[in-house]
């Protein structure tokens, strides 16, 4: 089962596919960042250029996770990705009318991808704001990270209905880090239960 977490910038995308990944052990594929992409990317992005560029970038990355996820998928795993096809569309409000048409072309890249399911997550500004203060990145500024979320966000919620098994989850409120906010985003997600790994009181170890 592939399960595919989207949303707009400083949201909680990486936390949450990483946690996920971790609880079901089957693995997880993030999109990365600095240090993993192309250092031309984020000068780009914060410019505002290279549309069909950065939107083709990330297609290939999105496309060679789903190629290597292929190979050790089966009936009895979720494997995490951050990232889909509808990543992809959402962020073409973020360029010029002109770029879109080439835009959409980038779009077939994600064709194939097909998630059993999507979780859009959603949120307040004020959660955004208050997440890209708290992981303070020297390349990130909380106003521009705010107007692109804002702008990104309104294309997820739109676009949301038209993809198929897709569910749309406002995080205001649910905590990654927590097991509670992980049970409460499975459950709203209908994801199969995940193995627990036991805990016990041992004082020997053997037969």
Same mark, same amino acid.
Do not use: Q
């Given at each position: 089962m592939r399960v595919a977490i989207v949303g707009g910038p400083g949201i909680g995308k990486s936390t949450l596919v990483r946690q996920l990944g971790d609880l079901y052990h089957n693995g997880s594929y993030g999109e990365g960042e600095k240090g993993v992409w192309d250092p031309r990317v984020l000068a780009d992005i914060d410019a505002g250029r290279n549309a069909v560029g950065v939107t083709a970038y990330f297609a290939r990355l999105y496309d060679a996770n789903y190629r290597d996820a292929a190979e050790h998928d089966a009936s009895d795993k979720v494997i995490f990705f951050e990232g889909a096809r509808i990543t992809l569309e959402a962020h073409i409000a973020e360029y010029p009318p002109e770029?879109?048409?080439?835009? &959409?072309?980038?779009?077939?890249?994600? #064709? $194939?991808?097909? !998630?059993?399911?999507?979780?859009?997550?959603?949120?307040?500004? #004020?959660?955004?704001?208050?997440?890209? &203060?708290?992981?303070?990145? #020297?390349?990130?500024?909380?106003?521009?990270?705010?107007?692109?979320? &804002?702008?990104? #966000?309104?294309?997820?919620?739109?676009? $949301? !209905?038209?993809?198929?098994?897709?569910?749309?989850?406002n995080r205001d409120g649910v905590e990654f880090h927590e097991r509670a906010g992980l049970e409460r985003i499975i459950e709203i997600a209908d994801l199969p239960r995940f193995h627990d790994i036991p805990y016990e009181q041992i004082d020997h170890w053997g037969p």
């Open positions: 770029t879109h048409a080439e835009l &959409r072309r980038v779009l077939a890249i994600g #064709d $194939a991808w097909r !998630p059993d399911c999507t979780i859009v997550l959603t949120s307040s500004t #004020d959660t955004i704001a208050k997440h890209i &203060r708290v992981r303070n990145r #020297d390349h990130e500024s909380v106003e521009n990270m705010v107007r692109r979320f &804002r702008l990104i #966000d309104a294309e997820f919620r739109r676009l $949301a !209905p038209l993809y198929e098994n897709t569910v749309v989850l």
